[in-house]
């Protein structure tokens, strides 16, 4: 299938296996490949993307805030009295921001995955979904911004959700079918 991909496609999809592992997920998410085409896009794309406020920085800032393994642990340790929270605060006071987080790393426990990872359901239906998209565009290849349609059309509620946050997805959409468009 990535045969037909464009160059910009196939370094999203790569990019996208980059950033699932920096933000240590066990698979290939439709965020993931929402980052790798935030950072792939051409000139044209990326000013449309841009023109949003859709970047892969507040992207993956957002993606990095959401992160509940945290929450999850300072849950249970509030059950016998440790306030994990105030234990971060007073870390990253004494020692400076990240310092907590960065430990954290040193040591292992948010170690960076290695090898391959899988995509997930929500991921291959996005990547089928930009087929489908380019053969709707008449186009004989998978361009970065059938990527972008397919991850609107893709149903992945929270991934829709962090473009919702910077621009209406029915104006992106729109924004993207008219590069299409002028590309024809």
Do not use: C, W
């Not at 892969?56 to 993606?63: P, Q, S, T």
């Not at 059950?79 to 020692?95: K, M, Y």
Request: aromatic share 4%; net charge negative.
């Amino acid at each position: 299938m990535f045969e037909r991909f464009t160059r910009d496609a196939r370094v999203a999809v790569m990019l996208a296996q980059e950033e699932a592992r920096d933000l240590n997920a066990r698979v290939i998410g439709p965020e993931h490949v929402l980052l790798g085409v935030l950072q792939s896009a051409d000139d044209a794309l990326g000013a449309v993307l841009d023109g949003f406020g859709l970047t892969a920085e507040g992207v993956r800032a957002r993606l990095k805030a959401d992160d509940s393994g945290f929450d999850d642990e300072a849950e249970a340790l509030r059950a016998i009295g440790i306030d994990l929270h105030a234990v971060r605060d007073a870390v990253n006071a004494s020692f400076g921001p990240d310092a907590f987080d960065d430990a954290l790393q040193r040591s292992g426990r948010r170690r960076r995955r290695r090898g391959h990872l899988s995509f997930s359901r929500d991921a291959k239906k996005v990547l089928e979904i930009a087929l489908r998209e380019a053969l709707a565009h008449k186009g004989r290849e998978i361009r970065a911004e059938h990527l972008v349609l397919a991850l609107l059309r893709g149903g992945d509620r929270a991934t829709v959700g962090l473009i919702a946050e910077h621009v209406y997805p029915a104006q992106l959409r729109a924004a993207v079918a008219a590069l299409l468009d002028q590309a024809a």
